[in-house]
Nanobody, 119 residues
């Protein structure tokens, strides 16, 4: 089972991007899906998380600009990023805790997708 990410790229300050992430394989339960990011020379940090049931958490730095959502039918999580700033530049990683067959209870990380905010 892997997390498949898409949607990164280059965008000008003030622009928008949408990231998506889907686990492939036979998924029974998803406890949470989240986006983390890691900028060059910095530690990986939580950006946004959505739990089973829809409860969300956001880093203070992205509140009001980013929105995490989930399509349960597709087991897909989205991160809509608006009003992007140069300091949002980072590699964004999808993370999920789930139960999949036949592997069982897993915590997975995606391969990362680069978001660059620059004029």
């Amino acid at each position: 089972v892997q997390l498949v990410e898409s949607g990164g790229g280059l965008v000008q300050p003030g622009g928008s991007l949408r990231l998506s992430c889907t686990p492939n394989g036979h998924i029974f339960t998803i406890y949470h899906m989240a986006w983390y990011r890691q900028a060059t020379g910095k530690q990986r940090e939580l950006v946004a998380l959505i739990r089973d049931g829809g409860v969300t958490n956001y880093a203070d730095s992205v509140k009001g600009r980013f929105t995490i959502s989930r399509d349960n039918a597709k087991n897909t999580v989205y991160l809509q990023m608006n009003s992007l700033k140069p300091e949002d530049t980072a590699v964004y990683f999808c993370n999920s805790e789930l139960v999949a067959g036949p592997a069982g209870h897993l915590e997975l990380w995606g391969q990362g997708t680069l978001v660059t905010v620059s004029s």
